[in-house]
């Protein structure tokens, strides 16, 4: 849908069409990607030559680098804030090639952000239930600030959209607000729906470790009163 759909033709002449189908890339996309474990149906389906490929590409320096969670964060925050609010957003619009890699870019690092999020998949650097709240609370604070700053604009940000706004579309104002608001308001559900997943899971963890520790304390009440009855019966044997 966000590269192969009319919101991709427009989305070189509405500024609220282009914001779109990046909304599709890093919010949507993504997390669907990777709540359905990739790395593992691949394991899963791969011999033992290719099981060794992931092997490597997952344990790499490399990987184990970009997929710190701050590494991720931060390149997730600095390369959607360049194609959203940059000059480089309107070269994308007018060449296709430079429009092929803002797409690749902004997927890539999204499923990085999105990873240590999610956790479906084994992580390099796994998070508790806590530090993952934070993770994508921050996230979603930052793209609120953002947001809020650049709605508050009174002049066009990207000339060329002004300038190739089709004469039934919106005015460049317009345009520019609309785009914001899909920004904001689509990613700060995405972010709720990600944080009501991420704390019912936590709820669900907490539950799980409560029952193991309760079965622990079982088994051990358990094994003192057969000690008591063992050792009751010595003392009782004539």
């Not at 460049?172 to 899909?182: E, H, N």
């Not at 622990?216 to 094994?223: I, P, T």
Request: hydrophobic residues 50%; aromatic residues 10%; glycine residues 8%.
């Amino acid at each position: 849908v966000a590269t192969q759909s009319p919101l991709e033709h427009y989305g070189n002449q509405l500024l609220w069409a282009d914001f779109g189908g990046m909304l599709l890339l890093t919010m949507i996309a993504p997390p669907l990607i990777l709540l359905g474990s990739p790395l593992t149906l691949a394991f899963r389906a791969s011999g033992p030559r290719g099981r060794a490929r992931l092997r490597r590409f997952y344990r790499g320096r490399s990987m184990r680098i970009i997929a710190m969670p701050i590494v991720a964060w931060l390149l997730f925050a600095v390369v959607t804030y360049a194609w959203q609010f940059m000059g480089i957003t309107e070269d994308a619009a007018a060449n296709v090639f430079v429009r092929d890699v803002q797409q690749l870019s902004l997927l890539a690092v999204s499923l990085l952000f999105w990873w240590p999020a999610l956790c479906a998949d084994p992580v390099a650097w796994r998070m508790n239930h806590p530090l993952r709240v934070l993770y994508v609370a921050v996230e979603m604070t930052h793209k609120g600030l953002f947001g809020g700053m650049f709605l508050s604009l009174n002049t066009p940000v990207h000339e060329t959209f002004a300038a190739n706004t089709p004469a039934w579309g919106p005015s460049p104002m317009m345009d520019q607000r609309l785009a914001i608001l899909v920004l904001w308001v689509g990613g700060s559900l995405v972010f709720l729906v990600a944080l009501a997943g991420i704390a019912v899971s936590w709820i669900r963890y907490e539950a799980r470790q409560s029952h193991r520790i309760d079965r622990r304390l079982d088994a051990l009440r358990e094994a003192r009163r057969q000690r008591a009855r063992a050792l009751g019966g010595a003392f009782d044997r004539p």
